[in-house]
């Protein structure tokens, strides 16, 4: 039985004891000798969580440890000869296992790898056996347990409570550990890549010319020496953001503005949907967009008024970025002004304001720090964009402030880089953390000058 028919078994198995529970409270309160703790749904939900939650939790590890369990076990079926080699690679080998586990014929198998597949098939048999019947006996036990608990004075709305508390929790802790995860696996490797090029070289390098080892023996004409300075490519993020931001904090900004204080209903109810459609457009069609249109269209524009302009340049990807991040400071913005409260307005307008003046002496300083953060997600997201670049400004890394220039940024070349079949014990690859990890860095201080902004101006109202 698959995973995911288990699944369904045991949420039907939990909406059975959610109906009877339900049903067996409502029978006690239409009796009028019992007045229930909670609502008739609360003890319905507390037989329902104790039937699902332990049974899916306890599938989902069986799961994990049958994985790890068989892994271990099917390395007695590995040859001592090719253990033994320099060349060993364990996933390679038990991607052969695992093609026969799954049937996919690749030639004729060596015996052992035949061997091993048909005895991780018998494991997975044996252990699904077992696993169906203990998730199962969980649920329906579990459920049983939970409904004989049931009765008037019974809490369930707090015992409910409590697990979704425990939830939530869960659900924090997951997150949490895997930002620490995504963080310390950027960390590890771009230690390695400080070990083979020097931080200072990296940090304060003004050449970008990453190179695999053996790039001119291979004849890739890649010729001279590697270097890795990042300044670049942070300096086109920069440039390329900036020119994002100008388009989008502006246009974001006013159309927040009239949408919630000068626009009457109708117009709100039809431009608002058309400005949030544009963050539902994928990034490759504004890639495409800038490519085939912008770009065109700048390079000309300049060259008639006799600028030399770049058929990649940072103005194209920019604009286009600009349009893309323009829904996210609107969106923002136009929900953190319409919280500010209706008696901010009022009082302001009974001293005499205008409604320009009530904008920008009381509601755009009340709103400020919602503002100031979804100014901050916009530059988020500027800073994270690559399909725009890579389409738009290109991929040389030319240190240049200039917007009519072809840039680059640190997330096209992450990608560049990752892109294929990778050496990891190359410096060129390792660079990739290395950049991702820096681009952390600066993120981290971008969302902590936000907040101290949100701090500062922060107002408490009644």
Request: contains cysteine; neutral net charge; aromatic residues 10%.
């Amino acid at each position: 039985m698959s995973m995911l028919s288990l699944t369904l078994i045991v949420l039907v198995i939990g909406a059975a004891y959610f109906w009877i529970s339900q049903r067996t409270v409502v029978a006690m309160r239409a009796t009028g000798q019992h007045r229930l703790h909670s609502l008739p749904h609360y003890y319905g939900l507390w037989t329902a969580s104790v039937a699902t939650l332990p049974a899916l939790i306890l599938m989902l590890l069986i799961a994990i440890g049958q994985s790890l369990l068989f892994k271990s076990w099917v390395q007695e079926f590995y040859p001592p000869e090719l253990v033994g080699q320099d060349s060993f690679n364990e996933a390679i080998v038990l991607a052969k296992v695992m093609n026969v586990v799954a049937g996919i014929d690749f030639g004729t198998p060596e015996p052992w790898v035949t061997a091993a597949g048909e005895a991780w098939i018998r494991w997975s048999a044996t252990g699904n056996t077992l696993m169906v019947a203990t998730v199962l006996s969980i649920s329906v036990v579990g459920g049983f347990f939970a409904y004989r608990k049931i009765s008037p004075e019974f809490r369930s709305r707090n015992a409910v409570e409590r697990i979704l508390l425990w939830m939530l929790g869960f659900s924090s802790t997951v997150a949490i550990i895997t930002t620490i995860g995504i963080v310390l696996s950027v960390l590890f490797e771009s230690i390695r890549f400080f070990r083979l090029v020097p931080f200072d070289e990296f940090v304060f390098g003004l050449t970008w010319n990453p190179q695999f080892e053996g790039a001119e023996r291979a004849g890739s004409g890649q010729m001279g020496l590697a270097t890795y300075g990042m300044v670049p490519l942070f300096a086109g993020t920069i440039l390329i953001s900036i020119v994002a931001l100008v388009v989008a904090v502006p246009v974001g900004l006013f159309s927040a503005i009239y949408l919630a204080e000068y626009a009457s209903q109708t117009v709100r109810s039809v431009v608002k949907p058309l400005l949030e459609i544009l963050a539902g457009v994928p990034t490759v069609v504004y890639g495409f967009f800038a490519a085939l249109t912008v770009a065109p269209i700048v390079k000309m524009a300049g060259e008639s008024i006799g600028l030399t302009v770049a058929s990649e340049s940072a103005l194209a990807a920019g604009l286009v970025m600009g349009v893309m991040i323009i829904p996210f400071v609107s969106s923002l913005s136009d929900d953190v002004i319409n919280a500010v409260p209706q008696s901010l307005r009022d009082a302001a307008y009974g001293l005499g304001s205008t409604k320009s003046e009530c904008v920008r002496q009381v509601i755009l300083p009340a709103a400020l720090p919602g503002i100031v953060a979804a100014v901050i997600l916009a530059v988020s997201r500027a800073i994270g964009e690559t399909m725009i670049v890579v389409m738009a400004a290109g991929l040389a890394a030319n240190l240049s402030f200039n917007p009519l220039d072809a840039v680059t940024t640190v997330t096209s070349q992450i990608v560049t880089i990752l892109v294929g079949d990778q050496e990891f014990e190359s410096a060129k690859t390792l660079s990739a953390f290395a950049l991702a990890l820096i681009l952390i860095i600066i993120t981290l201080g971008l969302n902590f000058f936000a907040l101290q902004i949100v701090k500062k101006y922060r107002e408490q109202y009644d």
